[in-house]
């Protein structure tokens, strides 16, 4: 596995798992059938300068940043103001259309922001399927898409 998927699985298992240590981050990626060692876990720590919050179970968890997620909401306001065309929903599933070049990084924005709210993000050239968990989550999604995209 590639380290850009390894860090967006990470990103997704911190939203799902109370990760304490990086023997567990080993464990979980090993359930997920990605193997990787705790010197790889510790490297991808400090690149996706994670940081340890207090845990609803007591003690401390890895967590993603909040001031990145302001920085990807910017991001992604910019990049729809510049690249938006359409979008549209249908049940779970939402579709983003772009200009030629921009879907890829879009999508790669879309599932920092959203990964809650996501299944699964796949995309081309010009174009983002986002599958949402539910179709409220879908409905959520084709709204907040379309307001970000009209914002001056």
Do not use: C, W
């Amino acid at each position: 596995m590639r380290k850009q998927e390894r860090h967006r699985l990470i990103t997704r298992l911190l939203n799902e798992h109370d990760i304490k240590r990086q023997e567990d981050f080993v464990r979980v990626l090993a359930g997920e059938g990605v193997k990787v060692t705790q010197a790889t876990i510790s490297r991808d720590i400090k690149e996706m300068k994670l940081i340890k919050v207090p845990s609803t179970n007591g003690g401390y968890r890895y967590s993603v940043p909040l001031k990145n997620e302001e920085n990807l909401s910017e991001r992604l306001n910019e990049l729809l103001q510049e690249a938006f065309l359409s979008t549209d929903q249908m049940e779970k599933m939402v579709v983003l259309k772009t200009l030629p070049g921009n879907a890829s990084a879009a999508a790669n924005l879309i599932e920092k922001f959203f990964n809650k709210k996501l299944f699964a993000v796949l995309n081309d050239d010009d174009s983002v399927l986002m599958i949402a968990r539910s179709e409220d989550n879908a409905k959520e999604l084709y709204q907040e898409i379309s307001s970000r995209s009209q914002k001056e």
